[in-house]
């Protein structure tokens, strides 16, 4: 039996390359976002605030609805986070 293999999981859904790549992005920080508020242990308020999203933008997020948060958002999200971090956790980051 022949078997097809695929680069990353979003080859399967397109034939379109930048946006197979661009949806892995996505999905890749989503689950970075959804790591540090699950860590933290945060509720959607302290998500809100931190973040600076909507209750639906939070719902969204936690729920890996990639296709309603864009890549900017997201990688602000990130950098919210990354302010509020002591500058010795910020270094390791790099």
């Given at each position: 039996?022949?078997?097809?293999?695929?680069?990353?999981?979003?080859?399967?859904?397109?034939?379109?390359k930048?946006?197979?790549n661009?949806?892995?992005?996505r999905?890749?920080?989503?689950?970075?976002?959804?790591?540090?508020?699950?860590?933290?242990?945060?509720?959607?308020?302290?998500v809100?605030?931190v973040?600076?999203?909507?209750?639906?933008?939070?719902?969204?997020?936690?729920?890996?609805?990639?296709?309603?948060?864009?890549?900017?958002?997201?990688?602000?999200?990130?950098?919210?986070?990354?302010?509020?971090?002591?500058?010795?956790?910020?270094?390791?980051?790099?």
């Open positions: 039996m022949n078997s097809i293999s695929f680069g990353n999981a979003f080859d399967v859904i397109t034939d379109n930048e946006e197979a661009e949806l892995q992005l999905a890749d920080l989503m689950i970075a976002l959804r790591d540090i508020v699950e860590d933290k242990g945060w509720r959607q308020a302290e809100a605030e973040f600076k999203l909507s209750q639906p933008q939070i719902s969204d997020l936690l729920q890996g609805k990639i296709d309603k948060l864009s890549i900017d958002l997201l990688m602000t999200c990130l950098q919210r986070y990354r302010c509020l971090l002591p500058h010795k956790q910020v270094a390791l980051l790099h």
